[in-house]
């Protein structure tokens, strides 16, 4: 079975660091992009960046770009997003989902199937 | 970059009833479009991809068509269990956004 498994719940104060993760299992890590997602309180989603995780090649959304970085061991089949000060805007649920590679045609598509469980982090002081 | 709407924002429909979502891009990007389900407090899940091609396991309730700018998700006849909100995404290139989302409950 296909899966990304999430780090689990975090609550940090303003301006500490922090680093999440994703692992996928269940089918080739670095044959498929691992891209993040952010959903505010009660809000819309919206995609952060993506990872290539056999040579860690990222594109960040303009919106994200300088705020996060994004990360992947592919040794064990890992992605992180990560801050290095963190803000109470930063209050949301992050899901890391995976790319589509279509290997007949060797294209890459950026629909997003599976996705992981969900991280929440709270930031408050 | 490519902006993406939604309409309606919200909609209430009757069990049974056909409802329409529609998405539209700013530009065009083809049929490079996916539609997600995401009910309260779940996880989204993929519907939809290339515009009109149902993912495996998803009912046939569903459909989508659309290309270039203009897009529709429909629900043949609405299920309680259709009760979510619902996304549409561009992927022909990033950033890969999403639209504002059309949340849909039974009447």
């Known amino acids: 079975e296909v899966q990304l498994v999430q780090s689990g719940a975090e609550v940090k104060k303003p301006g500490e660091s922090l680093r999440i993760s994703c692992k996928g299992s269940g089918y080739s890590f670095t044959s498929y992009w691992i891209s993040w997602v952010r959903q505010m309180p009660g809000k819309g989603l919206e995609w952060m960046g993506r990872i290539d995780p056999s040579d860690s090649y990222t594109n960040y959304s303009p919106s994200f770009q300088g705020h996060v970085t994004i990360s992947a061991d592919k040794s064990i089949s890992t992605a992180y997003l990560q801050w290095s000060s963190l803000k109470a805007s930063d209050t949301a649920m992050y899901y890391c989902?995976?790319?589509?590679?279509?290997?007949?045609?060797?294209?890459?598509?950026?629909?997003?199937?599976?996705w992981g469980q969900g991280t929440l982090v709270t930031v408050s002081s | 970059d490519i902006q993406m709407t939604q309409s309606p924002s919200s909609l209430s429909a009757s069990v049974g009833d056909r409802v329409t979502i529609t998405c539209r891009a700013s530009q065009g990007i083809s049929n490079y479009l996916a539609w997600y389900q995401q009910k309260p407090g779940k996880v989204p899940k993929l519907l939809i991809y290339a515009a009109s091609t149902l993912q495996s396991g998803v009912p046939s309730r569903f459909s989508g068509s659309g290309s270039g700018t203009d897009f529709t998700l429909t629900i043949s006849s609405l299920q309680p269990e259709d009760v979510a909100t619902y996304y549409c995404?561009?992927?022909?290139?990033?950033?890969?956004?999403f639209g504002p989302g059309t949340k849909v409950d039974i009447k």
């Open positions: 995404q561009k992927y022909n290139s990033a950033p890969f956004t």
């Open positions: 989902a995976r790319g589509y590679y279509d290997i007949l045609t060797g294209y890459y598509y950026n629909w997003f199937d599976p």
